[in-house]
């Protein structure tokens, strides 16, 4: 009697621990923090229902200039898994894995960068290389890499599905192409706020021109609105763009040219469940579809 006594107690006690050990998950699942919405959207196709994925930051929030709460650290440090863009965009990533002892995993590695061109960043890889269909594939490759590694015994699950999200963004790509196919040769130049858009230019043929180069200079000069108003004067430019978290800024060119404001862009962040851009994959199709549509106007 004493033994059973003795053993029920040593149980209890295993299992008190087990909980406790598992306090920064949900249901016993491994926790993945991501840094913004859209490599959560990628990260929650691949994880299925196996692993609870979070962003630290919000749909419509800036992620350039983001700095971590003490509340978002304390969130670092529970997870088991924390997953970033890399190439120089979270500045803060230091800072929110100050406590913490997760794993870690860079979705760009094995992009082959794009340098900044101007501004004060010059030379620097730029960092939205999820702009580009073909290197999201790397993402997911990098996502998989990380999951099967998390979750062994969810591996071939995780492959399945990065197999099957691969084929979707060669289905968006191929759409893409036939979208933008529609701006006139004299029209593919892609004018905005921010220089996020140079992997998505580069495989889709497009010009860049830009007011900033990246959203952590963020400032309207003079110098650089007399570039772009000029580019968008010589070229017969119909349609400049800006993005939804510096929403606004295009305002002097449209005034000092013909061109018109074509629309909102989205890069850094999701919308909201009910927005346009609810996923990234619906991110890639709406950008290039107001691209086109803007390029594509008659009479400038």
């Not at 419509?60 to 700095?67: A, K, V």
């Not at 894995?97 to 590695?109: E, F, G, H, W």
């Not at 996020?196 to 043929?205: E, K, N, Q």
């Amino acid at each position: 009697m004493r033994l059973s006594c003795a053993l029920l107690a040593l149980f209890l006690t295993a299992g008190s621990l087990g909980a406790c050990s598992n306090s920064g998950r949900a249901g016993g699942k491994p926790l993945v923090l991501t840094t913004f919405t859209v490599v959560k959207d990628m990260a929650q196709a691949i994880a299925g229902d196996r692993l609870q994925v979070e962003s630290i930051t919000s749909p419509d929030e800036e992620i350039h200039d983001f700095q971590p709460s003490p509340e978002d650290v304390r969130r670092g440090a529970k997870a088991d898994l924390i997953v970033d863009n890399g190439l120089g965009l979270e500045r803060w990533i230091t800072k929110l894995t100050a406590n913490s002892k997760a794993k870690r995993v860079t979705l760009s590695d094995g992009v082959t960068p794009i340098p900044i061109a101007s501004g004060g960043h010059a030379g620097e890889p730029n960092p939205h290389a999820w702009m580009s269909p073909r290197e999201g594939k790397k993402y997911v490759d990098n996502l998989v890499k990380a999951f099967s590694a998390l979750d062994r015994e969810h591996a071939a699950e995780f492959k399945a599905n990065g197999e099957a999200y691969k084929a979707k963004l060669d289905a968006i790509s191929n759409e893409m192409t036939a979208t933008l196919a529609s701006v006139p040769r004299e029209k593919r130049a892609l004018v905005t706020c921010e220089g996020a858009f140079s992997y998505l230019a580069r495989d889709f043929g497009l010009e860049e021109r830009y007011l900033w180069a990246v959203n952590a200079e963020g400032a309207l000069t003079p110098k650089g609105v007399a570039e772009v108003e000029n580019f968008v004067k010589s070229r017969k430019i119909p349609a400049v763009f800006c993005e939804s978290t510096v929403e606004g800024k295009m305002k002097p060119i449209v005034e000092s040219t013909d061109a018109v404001y074509g629309g909102t862009l989205y890069v850094d962040s999701l919308s909201k469940a009910g927005g346009p851009v609810p996923s990234y994959l619906d991110l890639l199709r709406y950008d290039s579809q107001k691209i086109a549509r803007g390029l594509a106007r008659k009479g400038s």
